[in-house]
């Protein structure tokens, strides 16, 4: 069935509105265990100000209500463009939005953000096209922010940066511009050859794209040149209370509100039902949208049931491991992972994702057991939370070839996620969706060869 687009924008525009609205009042209360409003504010400006390479934890660097600030300042600014602008607001943007709003928890923030994105845009004005069509585009180009901090305040600085210290120099402003110009010359284009690299089944497109031109830029301002990455800034914000009960409490309360609150609109939006919700967890996720053939109501539906899950899951893997909790990169994974709620995921093609972390995990703790020695890592485990995140980008994968071939990604996939961030140095926050890219490109030729009548004609 075909819907209504103007109806289905109109929607996708109240729901990022709405969530950026959330976060502002989440940024409000838990201010009171933040040091009030001069915590938030000197919060936030503790993330505008340092370095960010993977995994930075906002909630450590300016603490809870900062961070919550940080998100809702950053998606508001970009929809307020988006508006004056009169951009096109479609299921793509919607998904670049909730990826925006993730990496606000850990990478992201309101100076490092704009470079890229203005750089996408000049890129679309130069091949005389309209960007007001894609500022999706623009929008997830921001994955590569910690390059941007980190060329603006530490690269050109050396040993003598200080952390909380502000000396931007010429060399840096200079810097920052080029990769800013550079990241919209190249973006475009490689999207669109890295969806015909992974054929659909990586739904975390960028991922692929942003890491290979990571890559290179890692390469050469890094490698090539003989400098020496200094890695993520050690949490300094003085309420920081890392996994601490109440940071459990108030993450639990915040998504159970959000998850709830979009599950009861899409009910009452769907006519007071959840009628069409089971054909909608019917779809492969293999080229779909399922805003344009299903409408955003059933869409709303799904974020909230597949947003349970997704929380569900956290929960449980954080009883059942030790590791960390609600740090600002494990609530940034949630809302990653929530991405294409409106284009490929949901439940029925997820889970066995979920289940390949877990078989993984399994073995190597029974592996590491029977050698006598200390397990490595668990599902709890910071890399392998936001790996799983970015690993339900191969739902499609799941939800055209079976549930096995979830949980063969799942397993493939948890055993690259944390090797990937090598090749970008941790400047490229679409790292999990990297891992999904190469995982998409190691299976997709071997299931095309032994199923060959699964191809799509075309392809």
Avoid at 74 to 103: D, P, Q
Avoid at 143 to 150: K, Q, R, T, Y
Avoid at 323 to 335: D, N, Q
Wanted: net charge positive; proline share 4%; glycine share 12%.
């Amino acid at each position: 069935m075909k819907t209504d687009s103007t109806s289905n924008n109109t929607l996708i525009k109240k729901f990022c509105l709405g969530s950026g609205l959330f976060l502002l009042a989440a940024s409000v209360a838990s201010a009171p265990f933040s040091g009030g409003l001069t915590g938030l504010i000197e919060g936030w400006k503790n993330i505008l100000i340092t370095p960010c390479p993977l995994i930075t934890d906002y909630f450590g660097v300016g603490g809870v209500a900062g961070t919550f600030f940080n998100a809702a300042v950053c998606s508001l600014s970009c929809l307020l463009f988006t508006h004056l602008c009169h951009g096109r607001t479609n299921a793509s943007f919607l998904a670049a939005y909730m990826l925006l709003i993730a990496h606000c928890f850990y990478g992201m923030n309101f100076i490092n953000i704009w470079p890229c994105y203005i750089g996408v845009i000049i890129y679309y004005c130069y091949k005389k096209k309209d960007f007001r069509e894609h500022l999706h585009i623009a929008m997830f180009s921001m994955a590569f922010g910690p390059l941007v901090s980190e060329m603006l305040f530490r690269y050109t600085l050396g040993s003598a940066y200080v952390q909380g210290e502000v000396h931007i120099t010429p060399a840096g402003i200079l810097l920052t511009l080029a990769v800013g110009l550079a990241a919209g010359l190249a973006l475009p284009g490689m999207l669109e050859g890295a969806l015909w690299m992974h054929k659909g089944y990586n739904l975390y497109n960028g991922g692929l794209a942003f890491g290979l031109v990571g890559g290179l830029l890692y390469a050469f301002l890094y490698k090539s040149l003989g400098r020496q990455s200094e890695g993520p800034t050690a949490p300094n914000f003085p309420f920081y209370d890392g996994i601490g009960e109440s940071n459990w409490l108030f993450a639990n309360v915040f998504f159970i509100l959000l998850f709830g609150g979009t599950l009861l609109c899409g009910w009452v939006l769907n006519g007071k039902s959840f009628k069409g919700y089971k054909k909608l967890t019917e779809e492969t996720g293999h080229w779909s949208n399922f805003s344009e053939k299903y409408g955003m109501p059933l869409c709303l539906i799904n974020f909230g049931v597949y947003g349970f899950m997704v929380l569900a899951y956290m929960n449980l893997i954080m009883l059942l491991s030790d590791g960390v909790a609600f740090t600002g990169p494990t609530v940034g994974a949630i809302f990653a992972a929530m991405t294409f709620a409106a284009i490929g995921q949901h439940p029925k093609n997820t889970w066995s994702i979920f289940a390949g972390y877990g078989a993984l995990s399994l073995f190597v703790t029974i592996f590491c057991s029977l050698r006598g020695e200390a397990v490595p890592w668990t599902l709890s485990t910071q890399g392998y939370i936001n790996g799983v995140a970015f690993a339900t980008g191969l739902a499609p994968m799941a939800g055209r070839y079976s549930w096995k071939v979830g949980i063969a990604a799942g397993i493939i996939s948890a055993s690259l996620c944390t090797s990937t961030a090598a090749v970008h140095g941790g400047f490229m926050l679409f790292n999990g969706g990297f891992t999904a890219g190469i995982t998409a490109l190691i299976l997709v030729p071997i299931l095309e060869h032994h199923f060959p009548h699964m191809k799509v004609k075309g392809e």
